[in-house]
């Protein structure tokens, strides 16, 4: 039986420059594939149009090029997926796992509400059974939600080890459309990496809740389980989380006073890729990439160059 080519993606949010955080994430995604020659999909992740532009593709993409992380196809950015993503909405629809939800924002998170210890809403099934006349009585345009079993799924993670959760309990049933038509983040990236091929994706840990939502609509919609590696956050100097709202630490700074031989030496050796902070070309990484060498917790980077920033 013939093995599987390794798929990975790269799947920036075009909607400014990418930060350190973005980098280290695509940088160890680009490693982990191409270590085992396998192949590397870019798609931008543009559901929100008002906050994301052409200019911005522009940029990531010349971004990535310099960083040397260049990418094998690219697939329909999401914004242009919407009758790719409809076919799949119906499917649920036919399955008879689809139900109108008319929750506004304050709804969802009044204090009244069921949350998580991190302040995370667990939908409490508000709409579920709403009767038609319930329905039409509402007189807005409803989110659609998918109903979640009362169900464990295990997620393996190479970074983050195995992690149980109960999508009935640890979210509740899931927005899949809002309600001004369009699709959420969940639906559109499990859709577009089943359809892409992807066998492994490497994103950050504050991501690592979407695991098992995905999980759960791939196997609704018939898509193997990829391999995940949730890798630690890089923080800035005060102990945040990089923001690209903040700008903390972009590219467009960070080019100013590096070379890209530098920057990935410097992350490589944060990380625990590398044995002492020196220069080094991406290919270069890649022939001495290992998981086991990664570091697992959330890490500030110490380069001199970031002070004159």
Same mark, same amino acid.
């Not at 094998?72 to 999401?78: A, F, L, S, V």
């Not at 809002?178 to 559109?188: C, E, F, H, I, P």
């Given at each position: 039986m013939?093995?599987?080519?390794?798929?990975?993606?790269f799947?920036?949010?075009?909607?400014g420059?990418?930060h350190?955080?973005n980098v280290?994430? =695509?940088?160890?995604?680009?490693?982990?594939?191409k270590?085992q020659?396998?192949?590397m999909?870019?798609?931008m992740?543009?559901?929100?149009?008002q906050r994301?532009?052409?200019?911005?593709v522009?940029?990531?993409?010349?971004d990535l090029?310099?960083?040397? !992380?260049?990418?094998?196809?690219?697939?329909?950015?999401?914004s242009r997926?919407?009758?790719?993503? @409809?076919? #799949?909405f119906e499917?649920?629809?036919d399955k008879?796992?689809?139900?109108p939800?008319y929750?506004?924002?304050s709804?969802?998170?009044s204090v009244? =509400?069921?949350?998580?210890s991190?302040?995370t #809403?667990?939908?409490?099934g508000?709409c579920?059974n709403?009767?038609?006349?319930?329905?039409?009585?509402m007189?807005?345009n409803?989110?659609?939600?998918?109903?979640?079993?009362?169900?464990?799924?295990e997620?393996?993670?190479?970074?983050?080890?195995?992690?149980?959760?109960?999508?009935?309990? &640890?979210?509740?049933?899931m927005v899949v459309?809002?309600?001004d038509?369009v #699709?959420?983040?969940?639906l =559109?990236?499990?859709v577009? @990496?089943? !359809?892409a091929?992807?066998?492994e994706?490497?994103r950050?840990s504050?991501l690592?809740?979407?695991?098992?939502r995905?999980?759960?609509l791939?196997?609704?919609?018939g898509?193997?389980?990829?391999? #995940?590696a949730?890798?630690?956050?890089?923080?800035?100097? @005060?102990g945040?989380?990089?923001?690209?709202? &903040?700008?903390?630490? @972009?590219?467009?700074?960070l080019r100013?006073v590096?070379?890209?031989q530098e920057?990935?030496?410097?992350?490589?050796?944060?990380?625990? !890729?590398?044995?002492?902070?020196?220069p080094?070309?991406?290919?270069?990484?890649?022939? !001495?990439?290992s998981?086991?060498?990664?570091?697992k917790?959330d890490?500030c980077?110490?380069?001199?160059?970031l002070?004159?920033?």
């Amino acid at each position: 039986m013939d093995s599987v080519t390794p798929v990975g993606r790269f799947a920036p949010t075009p909607s400014g420059r990418m930060h350190l955080g973005n980098v280290f994430a =695509a940088l160890i995604a680009w490693l982990s594939v191409k270590s085992q020659g396998g192949e590397m999909v870019l798609r931008m992740e543009d559901l929100d149009t008002q906050r994301t532009s052409e200019e911005y593709v522009r940029v990531l993409r010349e971004d990535l090029t310099w960083l040397g !992380l260049t990418w094998d196809r690219e697939t329909p950015p999401q914004s242009r997926q919407t009758r790719v993503y @409809d076919a #799949y909405f119906e499917q649920l629809r036919d399955k008879g796992l689809l139900y109108p939800c008319y929750c506004t924002r304050s709804q969802l998170h009044s204090v009244n =509400a069921p949350h998580l210890s991190d302040g995370t #809403y667990v939908y409490p099934g508000t709409c579920r059974n709403l009767s038609q006349s319930e329905r039409a009585a509402m007189g807005r345009n409803p989110a659609w939600r998918v109903r979640v079993p009362d169900r464990v799924w295990e997620v393996e993670d190479r970074i983050q080890g195995i992690s149980r959760w109960n999508l009935a309990t &640890d979210c509740g049933d899931m927005v899949v459309r809002r309600a001004d038509g369009v #699709y959420v983040y969940q639906l =559109a990236v499990t859709v577009d @990496d089943g !359809l892409a091929g992807v066998t492994e994706v490497v994103r950050g840990s504050d991501l690592l809740s979407s695991a098992p939502r995905q999980m759960y609509l791939q196997e609704l919609f018939g898509f193997p389980h990829p391999e #995940y590696a949730h890798v630690p956050m890089l923080l800035a100097p @005060d102990g945040r989380r990089l923001s690209k709202r &903040d700008r903390d630490l @972009d590219l467009g700074q960070l080019r100013k006073v590096l070379h890209p031989q530098e920057l990935i030496g410097a992350l490589a050796f944060s990380a625990g !890729l590398l044995d002492r902070p020196e220069p080094i070309g991406v290919w270069e990484l890649a022939a !001495l990439f290992s998981w086991q060498k990664l570091q697992k917790e959330d890490f500030c980077l110490e380069l001199p160059q970031l002070m004159e920033l």
